[in-house]
């Protein structure tokens, strides 16, 4: 099996092996001590902060305010509302001990937290007056999963969930898909990723949900990731929580209430969708640092040197581009190219004394077009972001064109399991649960989302030949 | 017993009531469901996020780059460390089943992170040139406590915990001082709290440190609040969990490791220390509105008060002003005067149309002299950014004033007595634990720090008479 100058295996010999290894080599995590844990470093926390400032803004221009709710929450909560107890009840983490004793109750730690939130919204609200009330908290949760992978599945992760309650059913579901665009431009215009927004099928929402709505992202190896999913709950949770209000008209009513999460898996997306076989890729607009300087300062030029890349690096940054000098006097060049490759840096400068005499650098993107050009030192701080806006754009493009060349209008069911094979089918199908059941056993795909773009369609069903139930083909296939 | 409008209590009467009844209904805090939790509202998550943004830039400066860690940590983790073990154990809640199972090794829900980050430093470190190694987080821990109150004590609390590795032990306890400065000024700049920073003794360090700084801040009933630590862990934590790296001349060494946090609590302390009987009083700097803008709308001119508030709060949101407008039309002027008084906004701003007709607008200042002033509407914007900056350095003045009005140098028991229960106690101490404990057994008084600018001074043991240990007054107090 081939490898790349760090180790890291091929994503054509074994995509899996491939996003294991880079991820921990380019230090984005490592794994806990405990089964199951990530330890999320410096660099891939770094990509989670660009991604949490830009959302957390989203999210409060939505009306959103945020807040924090404990962790621990009473095991009996979990019971009150039956889809959600039977969702969430096998991947829970019981505290039965603390202060050296044995509980009285347990309390388990929040999967989610529309139960301790829907509590207190029981007490928070009791008038029109007091609606809609908007939440938001960024937290870790815990899911006891069988089996881990960093980023996407893992026993604690991060993320942010917001919790909202509605006098009206409209404006509630307006909300869920406001917060869907949110997500979907986020995905587009910080990731580079040209998710598919639409509504899950009865079979994939959220435990307790009436609808969910996701973010499909496709992978390099065709298989989908749900990025982040908005649910209008209807009012399962006020019913189980009795968060009710008076009207204007002095009546009791139930409010109806959302959620919606965005969590640390979508930096795993962002290696599985732009990584090649050199390592990460990462958009300028999430990446720790855009450029990073290599000196050479081999020879008797070596300070002169230094401080022309301490200089251009305090002039791009001036400009404000997330800037880092390699000055580790220990390594040579070329391993530094092949570090920073697999960091994924948009954009490498390599300086030497013959560049710094000609008043130039030579700019390496990590992909595209023209890789390798001089640009002049003067000019650099006003050429690179453009270069980098391009880099943005030119990533985007790319995994556009290849969601786009992995997906296929299937009809029948030869066609359905070659193209799931390697991307994504777009299928008619008939809606019934022992169907997709069907499906999923025999293929391992499932359907991912109904796409909201997508053109109307109707006809049988790819697998049991029923008459079609969405109005519009679904997406299926195997994912993450 | 006396109360305001919103039923608080006086601080005189029963400053713990008063406390208690004001995070409640100013809705900085709730309870949470389970014992000892606590739900940190909007409003004073705010205040919170205030703190975080400035610290968390201060943070960065100092070198230390965010990362996040699990928080489930196996139980062994925490008998490595003999004292750490000792400190932290009657304080641990405990996973016992998660994913429907027992465990076979239960985990530990972290009070504070330094084993599970030694173990992983341990697996980072190898040369001296990973050296410094600076990490922060920002995460919730956990800490069960028999008695809770709200921000100061609950089994759940937010907090940033930075953990550092370094080659010299004197670059270690450098770093320990720089954090305390920074904890200083974040205090007196942000929270307007004039903190004392200072070393703890002996018997009041972090289990495992070999020092412990602290910052203590007065509270209005004479109490002190520690409000942030940092510590020198010396190789105590290295050697637990073999932290260990190359040296240039190649040979092994321990690193040294240091570990600093600051917490929700700081909220707390910002309550206690500036509020008054009709509720909070928030710095403008850490305030979630510092200008609340109450439209007097009753008569036929509603609708061009309304208009006239919206314009003037846009202003002041343009001029960098966070400036809220009171529309709630079910409520009179006087109950919001009330309300925001409660909430502790530092200016209010009445308009109604006699002023509108003016051009000016009253103003209302939380605390201070001439608190009730007309402006001239046009002028607001530029005039009311200084009028907060004044209103910020009063507050600290005031607090200091405050302070020092109940600090005393005390040379006998008696005065010990009678100083430590109103406020604190400057006293020259043996540096004997025993001592310590007879102190703090017949006073509930313990020593706060040996204040970093305290005059030098020697002497005898205000309770025991034996010659004085650290060459300065020690800080005695009763304490939260």
Redesign the interface.
Known sequence: MGRNERGVPRQEDDFSAWYNEVVAKAGLV?R???KG??????YG??IW?LLQAELDGKIKELGH??????????EN?FNREAEHVEGF????????????KELAE??V?RPTSET?IG??MA??ITSH?DLPLR?NQW??V?R???RSRMLLRT??F?WQEAHSAYVEKSDALRETLLALDIYTALARDMAAIPVVPGEKTAGERFAGALNTYTIEAMMRDGKALQSATTHYLGDNFARAFNIRYTTAEEQQAFVHTTSFGLSTRLVGAIVMVHGDDKGLVLPPRVAPYQVVIVPITSGNKASEVEHAAADLARRLQAAGVRTHVDA?P?LTPGWKYNDWELHGVPIRLELGPRDIDAGTTVMVKRIGEKVKQPITIAAAPTEIPSVLDEFQCDLLQRATQFRDDHTALVDNWDAFTTTIATGWALALHCGNQECEDNIKAETTATPRCIPQHGAPATGRCIRCYAPSAYDKRVVFARAY
Chains 1, 2 share one sequence.
């Open positions: 490592d806990g001590p405990a844990t990530m330890v999320i470093r410096p926390y770094r902060e305010e945020n807040a924090y709710f404990p962790m621990l929450i009473p909560y009840n096998p991947e829970l983490a019981v505290v039965t001990h603390a202060g050296g347990p309390l730690i301790v509590d207190m007490k928070w007056r939440l937290a870790n815990v006891w999963e069988l026993n604690e991060l580790r220990q």
